[in-house]
């Protein structure tokens, strides 16, 4: 069946934009994860979903950051007035549950503040 | 020290040989792990995970798995260039283990396998 998707998978913006970065889980999985990647920093930890509810948002950065999801579905990450330290690879990742079952990655979004 | 801990690698084995990956963790209440393969510019694809203390294998690849010793270790038989690639070790609490925070990975900073012909 389908994996998980991401969009775009590249995104350019300027310093002090918002941008939107969309997950779109594996039919069926109600828990959502989104991480981020950086040379620096490795594979982080950013905010879970368990249906339509946050249990866990500690990994978000600063409150610039953001995301939701409806439907137990789709999400949308948020990052507002981007610094040049947001540039990173954000991956989003689906499991049936978060307790149990195993985690399975999209491609990605790049994402370059200039 | 860090949450999760590989060997730095870089890994150097030829065709044919046993390439053996290490993981330390130090969460006593990490009750799931994790293997991930990433091929330069490409998201983690999940090639192993396990729950119990043991070994557990499928295929050309075996994980270990020691709660005592927080020590959770992949060897892949028979190794193939294509294995070439940064695996990731990757540890979840488990539920019981309190807090909310049993749904997120975390994550070893990796270690680069290179297998030569």
């Known amino acids: 069946g389908a994996g998980v998707s991401q969009s775009p998978s590249n995104k350019v913006t300027e310093k002090g934009k918002d941008v939107e970065l969309r997950c779109d889980p594996i039919?069926?999985?109600?828990?959502l994860y989104w991480y981020r990647q950086s040379l620096g920093q490795g594979l982080e930890f950013l905010i879970y979903?368990?249906?339509?509810?946050?249990?866990?948002k500690s990994g978000l950065p600063s409150d610039r950051f953001s995301a939701e999801r409806t439907g137990g579905s789709v999400s949308t990450l948020t990052i507002q007035r981007t610094q040049q330290e947001d540039s990173a690879v954000y991956l989003c990742?689906?499991?049936?549950?978060?307790?149990?079952?195993?985690?399975?990655f999209g491609p990605g979004t790049r994402l370059t503040v200039t | 020290q860090k949450e999760v801990e590989q060997n730095s690698g870089p890994l150097s084995v030829p065709e044919g040989a046993i390439a053996s990956l290490n993981c330390t963790y130090s969460d006593r209440g990490s009750q799931s792990f994790f293997w991930y393969r990433q091929y330069s510019g490409k998201s983690p694809e999940l090639i192993m995970f396990?729950?119990?203390?043991g070994d557990k294998e499928d295929g050309r690849f075996t994980a270990q798995l020691n709660k005592a010793s927080q020590y959770v270790s992949l060897l892949i038989r028979d190794s193939q260039p294509s294995d070439s690639a940064t695996y990731l070790c990757a540890v979840k609490r488990g539920r019981d283990a309190g807090g909310t925070s049993y749904g997120k990975l975390t994550f070893g900073q990796g270690t680069i396998l290179t297998v030569h012909p």
């Open positions: 039919s069926g999985h109600t828990a």
């Open positions: 979903f368990q249906g339509n509810s946050a249990p866990d």
């Open positions: 990742a689906s499991s049936l549950d978060p307790t149990g079952g195993e985690q399975y």
């Open positions: 396990i729950y119990s203390n």
